[in-house]
C-alpha cells in the first residue's frame, strides 16, 4: 500500500475544503466566541490553518515538547493573513510528504509538556491525528459561521447552503 499518496491525497483535499471556509471568514468577528470556554473565532481559525503544517514538523523531529518552547502560536487578524497561513502551511506539509519514504512513517512521534509525555503515535499516527485535528476545527469554525448567519460551504457533500460542493 502507497500510504504516502494518501496521506498527500487526503492533505490535499481538506485543504480545498479549509480554503472554502477560510476564503468566507469574516472581517470583524476575530473576537466571536459562542461561549465564554469558546476560543474566539480568529484564533480558532488561526490554529486550524497552521495544523497543516504540522506533517512537516511530524516528520522532521521526533517530538514536540511545549513546555521547552518548541511551540509558539500563530497570531493572525485578517483574512488575507489566514488564506496566506493556509497556502504556505499547506505547501510546506506537501514538501515533506513528498520528499519523505514510507520508512519515515514509522518512527514514534510524541508531545510532551515540560518532558512529561502527553501522546505517542507512529509519525503516521501522529500525521493521522493532524488530518483529523483539520477537520474537527473546521467543523467548529463551521458552527461559529452558522451562529452568525454566513453560508456553509459543502464539505464532504453538499451543505443547507451550497447544494454542490
Known sequence: MDTLSQLRSELEGEYQT?????DLFPEGK??????????????????????FEWPNTI?????LDFGKGDYKPTVLSTREDLKKKLEEDYQSAKTALENSTEEDLNPSWTIKNDGHELA????YGAIRHALNQITHHRAQ??????LNNIPLPGSYGPSADQQSF
Open 141 to 146: 469554525l463551521g458552527v461559529y459561521y452558522r
Open 18 to 22: 479549509t480554503k472554502k471556509f477560510i
Open 30 to 51: 476575530n473576537d466571536f466566541a459562542p461561549h465564554e470556554k469558546s476560543m474566539k473565532m480568529m484564533p480558532l481559525a488561526t490554529h486550524l490553518v497552521e495544523v
Open 59 to 63: 516528520l522532521n523531529t521526533s517530538e
Open 120 to 123: 505517542s503515535w507512529s509519525k
